[in-house]
């Protein structure tokens, strides 16, 4: 079965400052990935999504994310935060593989707090 | 106004108490899926419909059991839960299930077992 790692549970940072979150994926085969965001008190959202093609891929709210296929990862990038940016960041992988269940696996997040 | 809406918000529930959890999706879609959120865990899949068919099952208690009535609709009956079972009980919905398609997310349903 497929798993996600989220390298960091808590990053505070200060707006202005640059943002990478690290995700990593272990499945062999090729995979869709997903970030979805969840503000305080809101719903889970999606922030931006890689199924092919440029492996650099843009979002909302000025995020983008990095698809290494030889790395398994599938990094989330902003190079200026907000602080309402502040809010917990889920990466995600489903597989793309005929005859088995494409199962969206998730990572344990990381909680992001921008400080004004 | 969020296409997966959920109800209710907030549930405190005994041990031996009977309730459920409802969704409903506005999105046209097709499949359904139930998600458990617990503290410093990843989001785990419970169950998941296809055109009102249950297609997974990822070993759930049996004291959750979900009943899809139509595509718009998702419930999740509770009884005799524990305190572990503790959670934010999330619905989603995608146009299909095992498919590309982007799943959309309510917010949620936060339970407390006492």
């Known amino acids: 079965a497929q798993s996600v790692s989220q390298h960091n549970h808590h990053v505070i940072l200060s707006e202005a400052a640059s943002l990478e979150l690290g995700c990593n994926y272990s499945?062999?085969?090729?995979?869709?990935l997903f970030w979805y965001v969840q503000y305080p008190g809101q719903h889970l959202q999606l922030l931006l999504k890689?199924?092919?093609?440029?492996?650099l891929v843009k979002g909302i709210k000025g995020f983008e994310a990095e698809f290494i296929k030889s790395k398994f990862s599938f990094n989330l990038r902003k190079p200026s935060v907000q602080w309402s940016d502040t809010a917990e960041y889920f990466c995600a992988v489903t597989p793309i593989s005929s005859g088995s269940a494409r199962q969206l696996t998730f990572g344990s997040g990381t909680q992001l707090t921008v400080l004004p | 106004e969020t296409g997966v809406t959920q109800t209710p918000r907030h549930l405190v529930m005994g041990m031996t108490n009977k309730k459920s959890l409802k969704c409903e999706q506005h999105l046209g879609h097709n499949a359904m899926y139930w998600y458990k959120q617990s503290a410093k865990k990843p989001l785990e899949l419970m169950f998941v419909?296809?055109?009102?068919?249950?297609?997974e099952n990822n070993s759930v208690p049996s004291r959750f059991s979900p009943e899809c009535p139509n595509s718009s609709h998702l419930f999740l009956h509770l009884h005799t839960l524990q305190p572990e079972d503790s959670a934010l009980y999330l619905c989603?919905?995608?146009?299909?299930?095992?498919?590309?398609?982007?799943?959309?997310f309510g917010p949620g349903t936060r339970l407390t077992v006492l």
């Open positions: 419909y296809n055109f009102k068919e249950q297609t």
């Open positions: 890689y199924f092919s093609g440029d492996p």
């Open positions: 499945y062999g085969g090729t995979v869709n």
């Open positions: 989603a919905s995608s146009g299909k299930a095992y498919n590309t398609d982007t799943q959309y």
